[in-house]
């Protein structure tokens, strides 16, 4: 039996039944409906992302929306593996399940939906390693589920725009993925969004050298991020409840706060700028300081971002990317460069996407280490700011479709057919009004779709062959050959 | 928190304990990772379909995968309440439920996956009806998902294509949803299609007129769909199993085998051949006998269906269309019109999709009935047969990428990044070598992601401002000026 076939007979012969029974007709919780205004913005973003990628060279990939449990469980820490939807078991194996008395969560589950698209990906290296280029650059574009509280701006179905370039170590990766996001934004009409940079293995030699524990890394980065939202005391006081060192909190803090506070930055939004601000980095940093000196993550660190800078310096319009020491990002399993791309202006300033270079991760299903960098842009962030500040294009809506075909009656509703006919195979796009009501009706109800021209082909343009075009903005109605519609409608489209 | 940030340190941080607990890396039972190859053959199939929906005038909808299990349960009959997917309750509701000993099935779930597109199209014009304009054309390609037992070319997450107008009763509708899905198949490549139609009023007077009870009506449908490939005794003799009244079961099979017979089945796939072939119907189905004159199902039947092909005679090519009286297609919901799309040849014969009108069904969730009709297309069963038929262009893979630019050496990266840039600037796509390899290696890369040019910026081209373009389908290679390199690929493209 086929998938196409399954459809029938599926529907119970008794509908009235089920209209009792179903009352609620919302999306489930943290779900959306999108109706085809939404539908038309998510994917003129969507179309632009893909355009961007796959002029750098990126190819497609999509994964299945379930996975195995065992995929995907101990992947995302204890939080994640609370807020993954998991399936549950079907047909005997769950017969049995449920006829136990101590049967488990994990007992009952053994299919998951997709948590992001990093894991998976990880997983489809491994599986087709033979059938991949030895560079994989892929882009994915596709939901992610995951059983967060609802809130403004958070959903439990959305979408992740994933790009990552496997295979090599060198910078110019970084630079190149750095370069293809910002001409994503670019492309959308972002004017604010800046790239922070930052490199782990700059935050691990500092945490060395200010005598953190290595227990205590996750912890001290995570508040240190936080500097500018909660302040010096704030970071303290957080540190101090995490149970940090309190001598190093304190130290580090001072470091943090006075020698690379956000006024003394190092930026760099211009191209070819890049090696005085490299040299800003260094005298920043005061590497003088007796303990940064000769410290190997240190210097490693800073040299690579070194030559990510140099790299983008040769860009004709360099990316607006900004040094930012402070900038931590699940340093879990980041090993390298660091990215945030921010918006920084008005209401809506924040973070819209992020990534990094991972070289471990990739791995952990396979036998050896694959280097990895990836960017990851956040969807709905975006297409919530581009609504709010008015950025999508106005022919989204009206160019949907050219012109409405009325139908004069019920005799010669075929020959609106044929008109119809006629002008799509000019290229046209063509909204038959579908029976046969009052002339009047139906062009109300094209004003209503936002149609700009109607076509009226009564009994006199059928036996003169000419057809009665209105123009729906200027309101202006003339009648023409029926040959010349096309070419008229086309020339002030 | 945004979605964007709680992606960070999600990751735990001994990668080296994931690789060991995770050895099984291929996809979920049932379910299918896409290479890029694949994408871009389902992304030109679904941009067709959407192309030539959108020249119609239906408009994009999408809707959640997940729904509440309330919406779906008791919609698909027993069949399909076992093969949907449902997702186990969470947090305090789900151990609330463990401690019980009694817990069934149902009180474990309060989701499901979606499991067609017509549910929650019903679901939708319930829920936002004022919004909505009066005659809603929707297309939307989703995947749904279904735990049947995995097969050849049968998955457990798998696309449908749909396509419905709603809210008008007149069968320009019907005449109309045929050309777009006919345009379909054309733009496609496909020669050999059929779209088979019949008339549940035609069926339903039929099974009235051959006396047999209500209750009977779907098993006699079912079963006579299948003389084709059963034969007359193959279906004598499931109705039989089926308690089937005996006469009526010899009469209806003679009627059917003799009376409409696959030789003498009407068809019309001219244009302007509708007036005969309507006639044809009439002949064919020997409506003199005395049960069938003033049955007026049957009349109203054959009317409708009568006007339909006179709508479809208009056309300048008229649809592929044949009239099957034996036509069956889950009879349960639909109530007027049905379809059936068949490729008529070779290896590949069969369904492809189907549809109908289904003046019930959309009212299911809300007060009032609202008239509808609607087409699938079968997805994977397209892309299965354009495959097996080497239906799919060939540019497809070949013009992902115009150009590979090498990178000479380190120094000089940033160089290479910038002649990229200068030729995406000019619209090309470029692949950068991500890494200062040999330059054979390089080539051969090149080779193996099959592009047709190769750019080497080396020291004596970057001194005279210059490239050396290689073709790698002629093996020519030439020194060019720098700023002419975007027209010469151009041009060959």
Chains 1, 2 share one sequence.
Not at 64 to 90: A, V
Not at 229 to 251: F, M, N, P, T, Y
Request: charged fraction near 30%; glycine fraction near 8%.
């Amino acid at each position: 039996m086929e998938n196409i076939s399954s459809a029938k007979s599926v529907y119970p012969v008794n509908l009235f039944e089920i209209r009792l029974m179903t009352t609620n007709t919302n999306p489930a919780r943290g779900m959306r409906d999108f109706l085809p205004d939404a539908v038309r913005k998510r994917n003129y973003v969507i179309g632009i992302i893909r355009e961007v990628y796959e002029k750098y060279g990126f190819e497609p990939l999509e994964t299945p929306s379930i996975e195995n449990l065992s995929t995907l469980t101990n992947k995302y820490g204890e939080e994640g593996d609370q807020l993954m939807f998991k399936i549950l078991k079907r047909g005997q194996k769950l017969e049995k399940q449920l006829k136990r008395e101590d049967a488990k969560e994990n007992d009952l589950t053994d299919l998951a939906l997709r948590y992001d698209l990093t894991v998976p990906l990880a997983r489809v290296i491994a599986n087709y390693r033979h059938e991949l280029p030895r560079f994989f650059k892929r882009y994915q574009i596709q939901p992610v589920w995951r059983a967060d509280r609802p809130a403004k701006g958070r959903y439990r179905e959305f979408y992740q725009c994933d790009v990552d370039a496997i295979g090599s170590k060198s910078m110019l990766v970084e630079a190149e993925l750095i370069s293809a996001v910002s001409e994503i934004l670019e492309r959308l009409g972002f004017k604010d969004f800046a790239i922070r940079i930052n490199h782990r293995e700059i935050l691990i030699g500092l945490l060395k050298a200010f005598n953190f524990t290595t227990e205590k890394y996750a912890d001290v980065l995570t508040s240190l991020d936080k500097l500018d939202k909660i302040g010096v005391d704030g970071v303290r006081d957080e540190l101090q409840e995490r149970e940090v060192d309190q001598q190093a909190s304190k130290d580090i803090i001072k470091y943090f706060d006075i020698m690379v506070g956000p006024e003394k930055l190092p930026r760099m939004p211009g191209s070819h700028r890049a090696e005085p601000n490299v040299r800003k980095i260094h005298n920043g940093m005061q590497l003088t300081h007796a303990s940064l000196k000769s410290n190997d993550q240190l210097t490693r660190g800073i040299s690579e971002l070194e030559k990510i800078v140099e790299l983008l310096g040769y860009e004709k319009d360099s990316p607006p990317t900004e040094i930012d020491l402070r900038l931590a990002r699940g340093l879990s399993y980041y090993t390298g460069a660091i990215f945030e791309i921010v918006l920084t202006k008005g209401d809506f300033a924040g973070s819209i996407g992020g990534g990094g270079r991972y070289d471990g991760l990739i791995g952990m299903f396979g036998k050896e280490e694959v280097p990895a960098v990836g960017f990851s842009l956040g969807l709905e962030r975006i297409l919530y700011v581009m609504e709010e500040r008015g950025m999508f294009p106005d022919n989204l809506r009206t160019n949907l479709v050219d012109v409405l075909v009325t139908v004069w009656n019920e005799e010669s509703a075929g020959e609106s057919l044929k008109l119809a006919n006629e002008l799509r195979q000019n290229g046209l796009r063509v909204f038959v009004y579908p029976q046969a009501d009052k002339l009047g009706k139906q062009f109300k109800y094209a004003d209503q779709i936002n149609v700009e021209y109607v076509c009226v082909l009564g009994d006199n343009e059928l036996a003169e062959n000419t057809v009665s075009l209105k123009n729906m903005k200027t309101g202006e109605q003339e009648t023409i050959a029926r040959e010349e519609v096309s070419e008229k409608i086309k020339i002030t489209r």
